[in-house]
Antibody, heavy 122, light 107 residues
Framework: QVHLVQSGAEVKKPGSSVKVSCQASGGTFNSAAISWVRQAPGQGLEWMGG????????NYAQKFQGRVTITADDSTYTAYMELRSLRSEDTALYYC???????????????WGQGTLVTVSS | DIQMTQSPSTLSASVGDRVTITCRAS??????LAWYQQKPGKAPELLIY???SLESGVPSRFSGGGSGTEFTLTISSLQPGDFATYYCQQYDSYPYTFGQGTKVEIK
């Protein structure tokens, strides 16, 4: 059984950065993909980007390009998401999710972390 | 970006009802579509992938169908634990996009 355990809640000032971690256990890490999906209060799901640790390749949604960096440390089975230049609209629950890759190389999400609440407030 | 549109946004139903949620893509995504269930305060859970493949451990009352631009999620007999919000997601191309969600409420 795969488990994704995320770091704890964060409160940040506008203009600062946040780095959230996601540690995987119980399953493959390098051959899978790890994505970050966020959910603003009372809103839907929004894909931010992802990484395939084995290849070190990343893909980001255009909306977050230049402001987000996703990395992975395969020695500790941990993925990270750093979001910079935070604004109040970034207040959300941030989830990591494991991607199950298909023959096309794209993927859907079969396991999710518990979520990390990031609050941006002055 | 591929836009995913779900209908209805809210659905009121009773235990035992058959319910169907529709998801439309702004362009063809073949059958690269997944469905998730999210309960309040919880992370989403995978129900269906590749439009109609049931994820292991998911009850058989859930089924998915469709291809191209129109897809459905059907719950054959609604159970108390099924009252939740459901999301579709396309994985045909980047950026991955989700529908806005359909909340299934108790009637």
């Amino acid at each position: 059984q795969v488990h994704l355990v995320q770091s704890g809640a964060e409160v940040k000032k506008p203009g600062s950065s946040v780095k959230v971690s996601c540690q995987a256990s119980g399953g493959t890490f390098n051959s899978a993909a790890i994505s970050w999906v966020r959910q603003a209060p009372g809103q839907g799901l929004e894909w931010m980007g992802g990484i395939i640790p084995f290849y070190g390749t990343t893909n980001y949604a255009q909306k977050f390009q230049g402001r987000v960096t996703i990395t992975a440390d395969d020695s500790t089975y941990t993925a990270y998401m750093e979001l910079r230049s935070l604004r109040s609209e970034d207040t959300a629950l941030y989830y990591c999710a494991r991607g199950r890759r298909t023959v096309t190389g794209f993927y859907f999400f079969d396991y999710w972390g518990q979520g990390t609440l990031v609050t941006v407030s002055s | 970006d591929i836009q995913m549109t779900q209908s209805p946004s809210t659905l009121s139903a009773s235990v035992g009802d058959r319910v169907t949620i529709t998801c439309r893509a702004s362009q063809s995504i073949s059958n690269w579509l997944a469905w998730y269930q999210q309960k309040p305060g919880k992370a989403p859970e995978l129900l269906i992938y590749k439009a109609s493949s049931l994820e292991s451990g998911v009850p058989s009352r859930f089924s998915g169908g469709g291809s191209g631009t129109e897809f459905t999620l059907t719950i054959s007999s609604l159970q108390p634990g099924d009252f939740a919000t459901y999301y579709c997601q396309q994985y045909d191309s980047y950026p991955y996009t989700f529908g806005q969600g359909t909340k299934v409420e108790i009637k």
